[in-house]
């Protein structure tokens, strides 16, 4: 079975510009949550996809957005980059009746603003 | 608010010997504890996880201790190998939510 994959794996985007980062998830898994990590800051939750509804979201700006197909591939927009959404963004996947536990990680997409 | 807190950024420990990761948390109302590997360039990897009704899971070399009273917990690995040698973060919460920690960086020397 293929693991969770994200695309692209690199993007470089000046500040003011926006972004729209991929995720596939393992097949059969329709929980879909994102993650920003930073060194200082650790893995921190952006928000949960469930068939296509957002079912939960964590403390990040309006900027942030995401959205998931029928498929149960998703999608993460930011908006007006600034330089400190420079992170490693991490989508996770996990099968319905697991919640978030046990989620399976993408290799994520390193943005780098500049 | 940091309610998962990882203080040791890194660790370092002679193969054959044991790894000590420790976790504290603040919110009594996490009910679900886990523990993921991350190596550079990868996404975590889960490792082991604790529910709150219990105190102790183990997985081969992998153990980890809940200590409700204390809200801490720990993750154990015995004999540590340099294949072991990653990124450990902490995460806990509920159902729709995990909260993780900074990590701490876990280097197993030959």
């Known amino acids: 079975k293929a693991g969770v994959t994200q695309t692209p794996r690199y993007l470089i985007k000046t500040r003011g510009q926006q972004v729209t980062l991929s995720c596939s998830p393992i097949?059969?898994?329709?929980?879909v949550s994102w993650y920003q990590q930073t060194p200082g800051q650790g893995l921190q939750f952006l928000f949960e996809?469930?068939?296509?509804?957002?079912?939960n979201k964590g403390n990040f700006p309006g900027r942030f957005s995401g959205r998931q197909f029928s498929n149960s591939r998703s999608e993460m927009n930011v908006s007006t980059l600034e330089l400190g959404d420079s992170a490693l963004y991490l989508c996770?996947?996990?099968?319905?009746?697991?919640?978030?536990?046990?989620?399976?990680f993408g290799p994520g997409t390193r943005l780098t603003v500049t | 608010d940091q309610q998962v807190k990882q203080n040791s950024p890194s660790l370092s420990v002679q193969e054959g010997r044991i790894s000590i990761l420790n976790c504290d948390y603040t919110?009594?109302?996490?009910?679900?504890f886990l523990w993921y590997k991350k190596y550079p360039a990868e996404g975590p990897t889960f490792l082991i996880s604790?529910?709150?009704?219990?105190d102790k899971n183990e997985d081969g070399r992998f153990t980890v201790f809940l200590n409700k009273s204390a809200k801490h917990l720990s993750l154990h690995i015995v004999p540590s190998q340099p294949g072991d040698s990653a990124v450990y973060f902490c995460?806990?919460?509920?159902?729709?939510?995990?909260?993780f920690g900074i990590g701490t960086k876990l280097q197993v020397i030959p």
């Open positions: 097949s059969g898994h329709r929980s």
């Open positions: 996770a996947s996990s099968l319905e009746g697991q919640g978030v536990r046990e989620q399976y």
């Open positions: 996809y469930f068939s296509e509804t957002q079912r």
């Open positions: 995460a806990a919460g509920g159902y729709q939510k995990v909260t």
């Open positions: 919110n009594s109302m996490f009910d679900y």
């Open positions: 604790i529910s709150s009704i219990k």
